[in-house]
C-alpha cells in the first residue's frame, strides 16, 4: 500500500471559460488567461477537456497551455484515435480517459473499462510510453478499478457525480451512500497501487469528506469554481476551495 501523505492538489478545470467564450464567438474570456490566474492562486495543476465537438476548449487552447503553462496539464480526452494522435503529439503531464459519448458511459457515470479492456489496454500503452501518466474516469465500482489496474493505467479518477447531485437533491442517504462506496474504493484503488483522484460537480458543500480520504491525491475541479468566481474572482474562489481541502486534510 503506497503512502500518499503529501498535500492534497488541486487541479483547476478551466473548460467553461471557454464555453463562455465559444458562446459569443472570438477569443473572449481566454481560458489560457484563466489558466494562468489559476496558478498564480495555487492551483497544482491545469485541467482541460478537449472534446470531439470542440464544445469548449479548442486545438489552439491546447496548444497555448501547453506553451505557457508552468504547472502540469491534466489532457482530459475520449479514447479515440484523433485524441491519442494529439496527446502523442503534446505529451501532456497526464492523459485522463473520460467516456464522450452516453452509451460509454457505467451506471456510476464513468468509463466502462472492464468491457472494453483489450482495447483500452492497447489504447494507453503508447501514451505511457510517451511519458504520461494515464488516468482513467471511472465510478466507484470493484470491477472498473480491477479492469482499470489491469489495462496498466496508473491513476484512476473517480466520479464525483452521483454523490454531488444526491447532495444538491437533499437525498442524504444516496449522497451518504455513495460516499461510503468511495472512500472503500479509494481504499482499494490504493490497495492496488493505483494513485486516486475525483471530481466532478465538486463545490465548497461537497468537497470536505472527499478531500478527506487519505488516499485521494487530487481533485479535479471546473464548473463551481469559474461559475464561483463571476460572484468573487478566479484568486479568491480557488483560496477558498484550497482552505476547504488544506481543512479537511488537517
Ligand atoms: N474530472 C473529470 C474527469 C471531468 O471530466 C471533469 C469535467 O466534467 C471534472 C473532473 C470537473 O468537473 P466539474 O467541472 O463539474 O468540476
Redesign the pocket.
Known sequence: MTDYAGRLRL?V?I??VATLRNARGGELPDPVRAAQLAEEAGADGI?A?LREDRRHIIDSDIDRLMDTLRVPLNF?MAATEEMQKIALRHKPHAV?I?PEKREERTTEGGLEVAREENKLAGYIAPLREAGCRV?I?IGADERQIAAAHRIGAQVI?L???AY?DAHAEGDFETRDRELEMMREMSAYANSLGLEV??????TYDTVTPVAAFPEVMEL???????GESVFRGLGPAIAEMRRLMDAARA
Open positions: 487541479g478545470n473548460d467553461h485541467t477537456h482530459e485522463c473520460v488516468s474516469f479518477e466520479h464525483t457525480g454531488c483522484h475525483a471530481g466532478h460537480g465538486l479535479n475541479i471546473g464548473h463551481f469554481l469559474i
